[in-house]
Each structure stands twice: as C-alpha cells, then as structure tokens.
Nanobody
Framework: QAQLEESGGGLVQAGGSLRLSCEAS????????MGWFRQAPGKEREFVAAISWNSRITAHAASVKGRFTISRDNARNTVYLQMNSLKPEDTAVYYC???????????????????WGQGTQVTVSS
C-alpha cells in the first residue's frame, strides 16, 4: 500500500528555518509530480509548492516564494520543503502530496492529488 510520511515539523521562532521531508513507501513516485499543501486552523487547505517528476519545473505560492524551496531525490523516493525566514502566519499542518501526473501548469490543484500524507505540524512563534 502506497504511503507518504512527512517529518521535520515542530516549533520554531519567527525568522527560523525548518526542513520538511516526505518519504514515500509501498511504491515509487519518481514518475509523478509532488507537492506540499498546508492547512491552518479554521482555513481551507492551500497549495504551497510543487515539483515535476524530473525537478525541471517548480512552483511556489506567492506567500512563500523566496522563503521556501521544494526539491526531490528520486533515488530516495523523498521530497523536501526547505522553509526559511518563517513567519507566524506559516503555522499550519503541512501535507505532502503526490499528483496523478508527471508535471503541472502553474500549480497542483488538490483535485489532481492521488495520494496524501498524514501531515506534520509546523508552529512558528512570534
């Protein structure tokens, strides 16, 4: 059974950094685009970043552009989200996701996700 498992979340002060990891098991996702979404309390889940199967195309939400960077290591079946200059408004549960196809246009829509991880909490204190 295919699974996505996030790690690396935690509590950090504003201005700090965290690196989230998402390791896939049960199957390989090297041929699929991968992404990160987040959901803050009382808000809808929102797109954060995406990367195509071969890492040639990446996209980041405007709210995180220049601070967050998505990357992947297909040999390790792992996707990363490096988060720098964190702000309290970045506080949310972060979800790893595997798309249904190898690439995307400008972002990955939630309806195009085939697999979701369980999520990891990121809390940024002011």
């Amino acid at each position: 059974q295919a699974q996505l498992e996030e790690s690396g979340g935690g509590l950090v002060q504003a201005g700090g950094s965290l690196r989230l990891s998402c390791e896939a098991s049960g199957r390989t996702f090297s041929s699929y685009a991968m992404g990160w979404f987040r959901q803050a309390p009382g808000k809808e889940r929102e797109f954060v970043a995406a990367i195509s199967w071969n890492s040639r195309i990446t996209a980041h939400a405007a709210s995180v552009k220049g601070r967050f960077t998505i990357s992947r290591d297909n040999a390790r079946n792992t996707v990363y989200l490096q988060m720098n200059s964190l702000k309290p408004e970045d506080t949310a549960v972060y979800y790893c996701a595997a798309a249904r196809g190898p690439t995307f246009s400008q972002a990955i829509d939630a309806k195009d996700i085939g697999y979701w991880g369980q999520g990891t909490q990121v809390t940024v204190s002011s």
